[in-house]
């Protein structure tokens, strides 16, 4: 066979059940011979973004594949894969190449050079009989360690070669190792003798699969839990000792007040990276660290004390150390830390009431947020947002109920990501409503992709928060240059997207929120894309971490 239909086959072993895409690539047309369903985007990068959402939502267990054409196509996925890569998602990228005999002639491009520092690994496959050990080390590299996205660059001359029937491929195992045994000790120890210990929850414990562990730990400990943007919905927020996400820029009050009080800092699944976008850690704090790479110790933050393993293994350990230490029930029914949890909570929300539910008009993005959160059932519901306002806006307030309820993401912020990650979201759970809130700036780089939703019947819901500016770069664009255009922006987005074949409203006011959101989701729902495009005044402040 060729060796075209040879990746197709392994891919369908490895349980690949979509491949994003744009063409040309021949893989694509074997894909679909197998059974495994082609998505066409409109743009290389949005390919790569639900690629993206779809490994993210599957905690990893499926792994988002993106095929792309050689030259424009690998070099137009460039920002996406680099957003996966600073978010830590496994997503495989399979670009096509220049035929052997024209490598190292300029200006051909040469994916697997030029990819290598935005992925785990990046290759280019010369000889199609390496196909299945490439495609074994690609996906051995994608399930174990940090997660995090891997090259295969495959010449069009290759693809076309002939490979043996019997590819003798047998899919590799995830491994989930434990900690030192001596090492989970210490940081039991530390943990039950800190005076107002933190647990610090990552988009690690998601890949693991280890929130049930996580909720456990909390609650024999009696040690409140705040997440990082990307590990958001890995701990339930309506949970009497949840504190939030902290995510830099906006920052809920709970995690201000535990986090500013902490002696000790428990991270677990997260690499403790500094970043605009995570919630910074004061100095003077004991920091433990739970991680699966040994490269997160030391490597941004003083580490005091580590254990290198999976999540769900260690902090399975650690349950059964601190119930050696403390006793079965640990510190099970002393509700100190729940009471005063609740009253920061409560303290917090009633100074940020009135922008949740205002009635100015125009409609504050607040109570946008507010109201979607009280419509939607969401325990059945994903919701993402985009980078920039939405963002900062919707994280310290939207409440993440159940696992990947809600898909936080922006190490790397790249505008207009979240509608890709939000069709991959459908994809890997079409049972979820998914909603992807973003502003009209965002819009305006991916809008076009709302039609990749409607063609490839992908019935995700997306808001669109219009206040007509670049809301958050008003500092950077003075009056001068701001009456040159580079400060506001115009657009009916609405009518756009109906012409793009979707189910679309233009909501002004506040009363008409609730009934219009109820009609886009009873369009969704009943498969058809939807967009609700509400007319937004600006609103810059946040609740961030002093």
Known sequence: MRASAAVAKILRQEGVQYLACFPNHAVIEAAAVEGIRPVCARTERVAVNIADGLS?????????????????????AFGAVAQAYSDASPVLLLPGGVERARRGVRPNFQAARSYRDVTKWAEVVLDATRLPQALRRAFTLLRNGRPGPVLLELPGDVLKEEVPDELGYVPPRRSAPQGD??????????????????IMAGQGVLYAEAWDELRTLAELAAVPVLTTLNGKSAFPEDHPLALGAGGGLSTPGPVTHFL????????????????????????????????????????DYPVDHAVIGDARAVLAQMIAEVRAQAGPEGRRGDDRVAREVRAVREQFLAAWMGRLTSDAVPISPYRVIW??????????????????????????FWEAVVPHGYLGWGKSTQ????????MGAKLAAPDRLVINVMG????????????????????????????????????YLPVATARWGTRFVSGDYARVADALGGYTERVEKPHELVPALRRAIAEVEAGRPALLE??????PEYPTFA
């Open 56 to 76: 993210r939502v599957s905690g990893g267990r499926t792994i988002g594949v993106c095929a792309v054409q050689y030259g424009p196509g690998a070099e137009n």
């Open 534 to 539: 509400v007319l937004t005044r600006e609103e």
């Open 415 to 422: 505008l207009g990501s979240g509608l890709g990650l939000a």
């Open 440 to 475: 009209d700036v965002a819009f305006g780089m991916v809008g076009m992709d709302f039609e990749t939703a409607v063609r490839s019947r992908i019935p995700i819901l997306t808001v669109v928060l219009n206040n007509g500016a670049m809301g958050g770069y008003e500092r």
């Open 260 to 299: 500013k009080k902490a002696d000790l800092v428990l991270g677990v699944g997260t690499s403790f990276t500094r970043s605009h976008f995570i919630v910074p850690i004061p100095p003077g704090k004991t920091l433990v660290q739970v991680t699966i790479d040994p490269e997160d110790v030391n490597h």
């Open 181 to 198: 045994p001596a090492d989970v000790r210490e940081a039991v120890r530390l943990l039950l003798t800190a005076r107002a210990p933190v």
């Open 371 to 396: 109201d979607l959160m009280h419509t939607v059932d969401r325990r059945r519901t994903i919701v993402t947002h985009d980078a920039g306002n939405p963002r900062d806006q919707m994280m310290p």
